[in-house]
């Protein structure tokens, strides 16, 4: 496994991702929404730019299936993206006062968890080629439903 410098969580919804940058939990790079669509997936590598993609490692915590798309475009581009087990990132403490949840919380936490794991996370954690080719089929299956509903 590479020595990953940079750390960013993401938090996914089905219209934006909050992403969390951090050298460390004390050390926030950015955290900022992006929408979820092209321009937004272009925005977000503009920021990772200012990094070696080799020194980045991407995260997010394993729910929903609106990252594929994301995923998918991250390994395209070839960027380290994790999926992270719920229990690794519920097991990191919260640096904030306040216990309220947030797309932009959750996103520090998710970059909180992979600092923390960095070291112990199993190398078959990390996204495969095969991967695009899920994200292909779910894409094709979802205009197929769309085009069916449609017709109905």
Same mark, same amino acid.
């Given at each position: ?9 993401? /938090? %996914?919804?089905?219209?934006? #991702? ?9 050390? %926030?790079i950015f955290e900022e929404k992006?929408?979820? /669509? ?5 925005? #977000? %590598? ?11 490692? %991407? ?5 929903g299936c609106y990252y594929v ?33 947030? /797309?932009?919380? /959750? ?46």
């Amino acid at each position: 496994m590479s020595n990953f410098k940079v750390f960013v969580g993401i /938090d %996914i919804s089905k219209e934006s #991702f909050s992403a969390c940058a951090i050298h460390s939990p004390e050390e %926030i790079i950015f955290e900022e929404k992006f929408p979820m /669509d092209s321009h937004g997936f272009k925005a #977000f %590598i503009r920021k990772l730019s200012a990094f070696p993609k080799e020194s980045i490692l %991407i995260g997010k915590e394993s729910s929903g299936c609106y990252y594929v798309n994301l995923f998918v475009y991250l390994s395209q581009k070839n960027f380290n993206c994790v999926v992270l087990n719920p229990l690794i990132v519920k097991g990191v403490q919260s640096m904030e006062i306040r216990k309220t949840k947030t /797309d932009r919380s /959750d996103a520090r936490r998710i970059a909180f968890a992979l600092y923390t794991a960095q070291h112990s996370l199993p190398q078959k954690s990390f996204l495969s080629h095969e991967f695009r080719e899920l994200a292909r089929e779910r894409e094709r299956l979802s205009q197929q439903i769309a085009r069916l509903k449609n017709d109905i």
